[in-house]
Every structure is written in structure tokens, then in C-alpha cells.
């Protein structure tokens, strides 16, 4: 379920398949293209959206996800290890498309991508960057063709020191527990920081690393 004209617009925009368009009572809004569209009754759309002031548009849309084989030959990626927010789960996404990220991968026992909750943080980028789901973290890093980094509140290089202008996969592990220590990455960054917190939220981080490594790929 979608909810928003904005979103409901860029999944029409991105070619997504929309279902049925669905409006509050006395709303009118017209689809980029020919859909079933429904009028709900007074008080409807407040029952079933997720939101608790819903806008007055909402959509069904069927899900699409990418799969690993499509990240071949493709230069930047980043992976979210059992990410378990929707609301970091589509910061990632939203900053991802940003930076210019060519997919997004979000492995087993991660957050549902298409919960109408990250969908809603996403701004629409979920429509607009392919997303691998429900793949195991071993089968990302398999790939070939990428150098792969894992973030670490304690070990590593400094982001900055880094060129991420070859093929990259970045990746980011879950929010209470991180990488595992073993991850088989072929090495590990770092964000230096100053203050009490162990570490930066990882949706805080994924946006500092993919904009440092847009950084690098537009100066080049």
C-alpha cells in the first residue's frame, strides 16, 4: 500500500504496476494513467492507512524487487544487514538514490522494504533505485567484480582516506549489534567522532559514507 499523492505519482512515474487508486470521500484526483479508481466513504481512508493524519490518496501497488544477478556489472551498492527500522531502512534508500547508488540490498531478517512505513521515509526513492530483498549476506559479498567494506564504530579506516572510486559495495550491519566481527568484507571504515555515543545511527552513517563517496566520483 502506498499512501500520498507524491508517492502514489512516482510509483505511476517509475513504471510500477498500480493496482487500484483509492480516494477519501470527496476527493478528487486523477491517475497519470487508466486505473480502477474508488471514492471511499467519510472516515474510511483514516481506518485503513498507517498514518494517523493520512493524505487523501492512496494505492495498491505490486511489489518488484531486483535480484543479485542484476548487480553485476554495477558500480556502486550498498547493503543493509538486518536492518529492522522502516525508518532507517528508507533513509538508506532515500539517501542511497541521492548519492547516486546504483541498487540497494537489504539481506534476511531485515524490515519488510515495502511496509507503507518505509516506503513513506523513502520519499519515493524505493521506486527509483533497485532493491534486492532477503538474500543472504554471504551471497552479496560472493559477487564479484566489487570491493566490499564494512562499517565499524571501532576498526577501520577513516571514510576519508579512502578512494571509493572503483567499483564498491558498502555495507552496513544491523542496529543494535552491527557486522558481525567476521563478515567476510575485504575491509573496514570508519567514522570518527567525538561525544558520548558509541556509534552514529546507521541510517546517519550510510548518508556520510555514500555522499563522501559521491564526493570522490564527481571530482573524478
Known sequence: MVEGTGLVAAAFEQHWDVEAVFLA????????????TYELGPGVIERVASTDTPQPVMAVVRRKASSLEELRGKSFVLVGDRITDPGNAGTMLRSAEAAGADAVVFTDGSVDVFNPKVVRSSAGALFNVPVVVDVA????????GYRSWGTSSHQGSAYTTLDWRGPTMLVLGN????????????????????????SLNVAMAATVLVFEVARQRSAR
Open 175 to 198: 542496529e543494535a549489534h552491527g557486522l558481525p566481527a567476521d563478515a567476510p568484507v575485504d575491509g573496514w571504515v570508519t567514522i570518527a567522532h567525538v561525544g558520548r555515543a558509541e
Open 137 to 144: 549476506l554471504t551471497d552479496v559479498l560472493a559477487l564479484d
Open 25 to 36: 470521500a470527496g476527493h478528487q484526483w486523477e491517475a497519470p494513467m487508466a486505473v480502477p
